[in-house]
């Protein structure tokens, strides 16, 4: 069955009229005659599509009241109403209240098909681009509540309105590109385009042509290059240091020029971009070293913003995680897991190299390799392994808690055990050349032992 269709009409002629024609297609159809009985058909099962008459004449409500009804549980679902001749602006309405369209009666079956499968496609297209913003990870905006991120936030806040260039620093996958299509979204362009360019993953050959595109010979486009692509936008220019020397002529002289001509080309192309630039190295030591331009540094660095790496940031991980874990489980159909105190504890203590990309890709692996039921938390032992390697650790592990989720005196009791039962054993049970080798009176180690509960 291609779609299930719900028809609402008090008219029986019409219910049927449009049932008949969407069927012809194919189409899977229920019909009510009153605004409770449309209810109800959408409480058993969520219909792809309603089309729901303005009136619905000797019902509890009208078309537009249970439009609104149906709204509210499913703000997806797309409604096309059916007004009759001459409540045009009633129709209007609707779509102000979230209907898709209406359709005016009397009809013609072509308009009507045309509706559904219009009405059907964006509903469809609407639910892909949502599964993959969160696929991506394009949905997250700045999470965290650490003191440096909500500076970050604050320096995003103040410049995203403003028209001005931004070079972002920060190790890598500490959040740059997430930094920048923040303040793209928050910016006067968000509904432009926001295109990404990689220096680092573009070979020297491929950046000219594209940035800038490629003409052929008798004048006509035959790739329309990035910054063209980011008309009314922003252009990202993720790893700027990567970029060749002479590309950063040409990237400079578009700076100056606010326009610049294509690969083999000789037209002007007047583009009106924003440019947010992002570098994990040095510049400063590039510029020193003769691999950047000075005068393209000061172009794109006209505000600089650093974004700390997760180390800077470490009372924010638990956030993450949770972020993390609903973002990664909501895209993959995986459960959601519980995080044990231990092993959180670990995880905050960790050094993250690879920052928030080396996390995220952590917890991933955990949602999808952890053993137990999805009820058990996930504690310490069941990290991978080299999450935590660096820590200290128990010296015989018994199963229990990571060392680095107990307070100080239990921890220190846990090492002083092992370590002298280690130390007596070495002695073959030789209490006084142990005591003379840990440095302690006879007496005070046999105290101690006892306090230890080593017989
Ligand atoms: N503040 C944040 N809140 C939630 N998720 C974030 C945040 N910052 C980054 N992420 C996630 O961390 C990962 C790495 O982020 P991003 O790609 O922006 O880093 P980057 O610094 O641009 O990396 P690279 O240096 O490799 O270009 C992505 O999965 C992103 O969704």
Redesign the pocket.
């Known amino acids: 069955m291609a779609s299930d269709i719900l028809i609402v009409d008090d008219e029986e002629d019409i219910r049927e009229l449009v049932a008949g024609i969407l069927e012809d297609e194919g189409h899977g159809t229920r019909l009510a005659g009153n605004a409770d009985d449309a209810l109800k058909l959408v409480g058993e099962r969520r219909p792809s599509l309603v089309f729901l008459d303005i009136w619905l004449q000797g019902s509890r409500i009208d078309g537009l009241a249970l439009l609104d009804e149906i709204k509210k549980a499913h703000a997806d679902l797309p409604v096309v109403m059916i007004s009759g001749h001459g409540n045009i602006e009633t129709a209007v309405s609707a779509i102000k209240r979230g209907a898709y369209d209406y359709i005016e009666k009397p009809f013609k079956a072509d308009r009507l098909l045309l509706l559904a499968e219009r009405a059907l496609e964006a509903s469809s297209l609407r639910r892909t681009v949502k599964e993959l913003k969160i696929r991506s990870?394009d949905t997250?905006?700045?999470?965290?509540s650490s003191s440096v991120?909500t500076h970050l936030r604050a320096a995003v806040e103040r410049v995203a309105p403003t028209n001005s260039r931004i070079l972002i620093s920060?190790p890598?996958?500490?959040?740059?590109?997430?930094?920048a299509r923040t303040i793209h979204a928050k910016s006067g362009r968000a509904k432009g385009p926001f295109i990404v360019v990689n220096a680092a993953t573009i070979t020297p050959e491929r950046m000219e042509t594209t940035l800038f595109g490629v003409e052929d010979t008798d004048g006509s486009v035959k790739q329309v290059g990035a910054l063209e692509e980011a008309h009314g936008g922003t252009l990202y220019l993720?790893?700027i240091g990567d970029m060749p020397r002479e590309t950063q002529n040409r990237v400079l002289r578009v700076l100056v020029e606010q326009a610049f001509t294509r690969v083999g080309g000789t037209r002007r192309v007047q583009v009106d971009v924003r440019l947010i630039s992002?570098t994990?190295r040095d510049l400063e030591q590039e510029i020193a070293d003769g691999r950047f331009r000075e005068d393209l540094f000061h172009r794109l660095s006209v505000v600089p913003i650093r974004?700390p790496g997760l180390s800077e940031r470490r009372e924010d991980i638990p956030e993450?995680v949770t972020?993390f874990m609903d973002q990664i489980s909501q895209a993959g159909g995986l459960p959601l897991r519980q995080i044990g105190d231990d092993a959180m504890a670990v995880l905050q203590a960790h050094d993250w190299p690879g920052?928030?990309?080396q996390l995220?890709n952590n917890i991933e692996r955990l949602l999808i390799l952890a053993r137990g039921d999805a009820e058990t938390a996930i504690s310490a032992d069941m990290l991978p392994s080299e999450v935590g390697a660096m820590l200290p650790m128990l010296p015989t592990s018994t199963g229990g808690e990571h060392l680095m989720a107990l307070p100080l005196r239990d921890a220190r009791e846990i090492f002083e055990r092992e370590y002298l039962i280690a130390q007596i054993n070495r002695f073959g049970g030789n209490i006084s050349r142990t005591a003379e080798f840990v440095g302690m009176e006879r007496s005070a180690l046999h105290r101690k032992l006892k306090s230890l509960g080593i017989a």
Do not use: P, Q, T
């Open positions: 990870g997250d905006f700045l999470v965290g991120l920060g890598s996958g500490s959040g740059k590109e997430v930094v993720d790893e992002s994990a974004v993450l972020h920052n928030l990309r995220r």
